[in-house]
């Protein structure tokens, strides 16, 4: 629930605006008779907006919002007056305040200012976000079957508020696909929060998931929400949800089947709405089996599965994939844009990408771009250990495919011929695998390439 502050030196109006902005806002409100008093509260409490009087005795709304810069207190506040001058009201916002109210607005109005405010910071956290994860991530480029069928899948989850558990190898994608569904979903415009589990120290897991209150801990000198808060009308993506320690994955579980929050050091609950999506590596079966992880959080976490396919099984998508990739890292460092040779692509589909998936792809990318001043890279600037696993020539009846629509096709054709092997050319069983929707597509693909046991 928001959290507005009003700080007012006239307590009955404090009090008043605060109950009719609860009862018009449905906020949680609360009162502050001084500008001191105000900055104990907003160190005691997780105040989302402060609505600031300028004209008051001892310690004024303009020495309030300089404490707030001092103090490192980031949060957005709006000032009112009810002396019409609006010349001190500019001065405000040249400290930092972010909008300005008269005094006899009607509270429709002041809401509408409050949530205005809000949506701006909202944003604002978005939008740097985004340009910290500009150009470091590729976005679900592919059309292979394996894609197909993730892109299917997702489309059937995404509407659902239910939990979604993402399951992959390193480098996949993981938090692509969850940013993917978080797009598709009715919370897509809300906040989007990712949290790295593994990368938490476990002394500050609970704090940075469910918040903590003033003094729960050495260092907690102000109170602050957790990722569930701050992620209220989202979504909250847990990676690598299979390292959280047992103590916080108690507190999950009680979370995800409440949805209520008790931050570390309160006895209150706070109802909180984010959609979880949550995302491992591990087989979280085996973990259960090891007594590593909870099995009734397991299941709370399992209603729905997306498979994330590592980049071996849809080879064909690696053609797209560096072409992106030399689009948008080319971009990123402010150079020109730069091809590959088919040579050095076919090198690049040689390799099985075990180590990292797309991430590693990336990497290999961005390595072959600093590495020459040319336009078009050639084999030369494919990395050694790369070089070094690409199969050697091998005597085969057709000529190698050398464009990059004949790339794309020998690597269909083999993903269609390893599935067939793998099903001992069962045509049914296959096709399912494939994600195709009945034998008749796959003997229709199988036509088309000319594919034959014999």
Not at 49 to 61: A, K, N, R, S
Not at 70 to 76: F, I, Q
Request: hydrophobic share 45%.
């Amino acid at each position: 629930m928001t959290t507005v502050l009003v700080v007012d030196d006239v307590a009955v109006l404090a009090e008043q605006y605060a109950y009719d902005l609860k009862r018009v806002g449905g906020y949680e409100a609360l009162a502050a008779g001084g500008g001191r008093e105000a900055l104990d509260i907003l160190e005691r409490e997780a105040v989302d907006c402060v609505i600031l009087d300028l004209e008051m005795p001892g310690m004024d709304g303009f020495e309030v919002l300089r404490a707030l810069e001092r103090r490192a207190l980031r949060v957005p506040v709006i000032v009112y007056t009810g002396t019409g001058n609006y010349d001190r009201c500019i001065q405000a916002i040249r400290l930092g305040a972010q909008g300005f109210i008269d005094k006899a607005e009607p509270m429709e109005r002041v809401v509408r200012e409050v949530e205005g405010v809000l949506e701006r910071e909202r944003l604002a956290a978005q939008v740097a976000a985004l340009r910290r994860d500009l150009g470091t991530e590729a976005p679900l480029v592919g059309a292979s079957p394996a894609m197909a069928k993730l892109t299917e899948r997702m489309a059937r989850v995404a509407p659902v508020p239910s939990p979604v558990l993402i399951v992959g190898e390193s480098g996949s994608g993981k938090e692509l696909v969850a940013r993917e569904v978080h797009r598709r979903s009715g919370a897509a415009r809300g906040p989007f929060l990712a949290i790295n589990s593994a990368a938490l120290p476990a002394e500050l897991v609970e704090s940075e998931l469910f918040g903590h209150e003033r003094g729960a801990f050495t260092g907690a000198v102000t109170a602050r929400k957790g990722a569930f808060e701050a992620a209220a009308g989202g979504t909250l993506f847990l990676d690598e949800v299979g390292d959280l320690p047992p103590a916080a994955q108690a507190k999950l579980l009680r979370v995800l089947e409440q949805r209520q929050v008790t931050r570390l050091g309160g006895n209150r609950t706070i109802a909180v709405d984010a959609r979880v999506l949550a995302a491992t590596n591990r087989e979280l079966e085996k973990e259960v089996a090891a007594g590593r992880f909870r099995e009734d959080l397991f299941y709370r976490l399992n209603v729905h599965v997306l498979q994330v396919p590592p980049l071996r099984e849809r080879i064909s998508d690696v053609p797209a994939l560096v072409e992106h990739l030399l689009a948008t890292t080319c971009a990123r460092f402010g150079m020109r844009p730069k091809t590959l040779e088919p040579a050095a692509l076919e090198c690049l589909m040689a390799y099985d990408w075990r180590h990292n998936n797309v991430r590693e792809l990336r990497n290999v990318i961005e390595r072959m771009i600093i590495a020459t001043d040319r336009e078009v890279l050639s084999m030369e600037d494919v990395p050694q250990e790369i070089r070094d696993h690409a199969p050697g020539p091998q005597r085969t009846t057709y000529q190698a495919p050398r464009t990059l629509q004949e790339l794309k096709a020998e690597a269909e054709r083999q993903i269609i011929v390893a599935a067939l092997e793998r099903h001992d050319w069962h045509i049914t069983r296959t096709a399912q695998a494939l994600g195709l929707a009945d034998h008749a597509s796959l003997l229709k693909i199988m036509r088309r390439f000319g594919i034959s046991r014999e």
